[in-house]
């Protein structure tokens, strides 16, 4: 069935070095893809969405591809500030109900000054 | 946007009681979603609840352990029915606004 697998954390990082966080889906169809961060103590927050193939979600400086071929939707982001520590989720979405979706496990991110 | 308030924000309950969730909505929406994320795991939908009708639940769930009340377009609470340990988890409530999801904080909830 659909799923969504995403790289297992944590994540430590520096201030100011790449980050990449993996995730591809299966799907029957063409879902639509996002990336959904939770900061501490608050609720999850879209941080950016691919509808279809090719397209390039962005926001904040983190991007993410919509790779039909590889199935993938890996979320980068060329500098990474203390403030960016989070735990961030990849998901997919079940079709025309966009709040119906599938999450990946979630990864945790921490970056240190 | 949407803003969503979740109560109780955590529980300790013991187990064979039940817990209500409440999800309240600060605009009117046609559905509401709700989800559980157990420790280590990734989110999982366990209902759509729609107003006027009884709720569609995902494989896995059954309305006799995870009954919901959608009474109106602003407001639904999700009822976990004779708990145990396993239930210990995180519940969300979200809503789709705009073709965004939006979630509330969530509730824990720890069953001992």
């Known amino acids: 069935g659909d799923s969504v697998t995403q790289m297992e954390g944590p994540v430590t990082l520096s201030e100011e070095a790449f980050l990449t966080i993996n995730c591809t889906y299966t799907a029957t169809g063409y879902p639509s893809l996002f990336w959904y961060v939770q900061y501490p103590g608050e609720g999850l927050q879209l941080l950016l969405k691919a509808t279809k193939a090719d397209d390039k979600g962005s926001n904040k400086g983190f991007e993410a591809t919509y790779r039909k071929e590889t199935t993938s939707f890996h979320l980068e982001k060329g500098s990474v500030q203390v403030s960016d520590s989070a735990v961030y989720f990849c998901a997919s979405d079940r079709g025309s109900t966009l709040g119906r979706l599938y999450f990946g496990r979630g990864t945790q991110l921490t970056v240190w000054p | 946007s949407a803003v969503i308030s979740q109560k109780p924000s955590r529980d300790i309950c013991q187990r064979g009681t039940s817990l209500t969730i409440q999800c309240q909505v600060d605009s009117q929406v046609t559905m509401m979603f709700w989800y559980r994320q157990q420790p280590g795991q990734s989110l999982t939908l366990i209902a759509t609840?729609?107003?006027?009708?009884?709720?569609?639940?995902e494989s896995g769930f059954v309305i006799d352990k995870f009954p919901i009340s959608r009474p109106n377009l602003t407001f639904s609470t999700l009822t976990v029915s004779n708990m145990s340990p396993e239930d210990s988890s995180i519940y969300l409530c979200?809503?789709?606004?705009?073709?965004?999801?939006?979630f509330g904080q969530g509730t824990r909830l720890t069953v001992v």
């Open positions: 979200s809503v789709e606004v705009a073709q965004e999801a939006f």
């Open positions: 609840a729609n107003q006027g009708s009884e709720a569609t639940y």
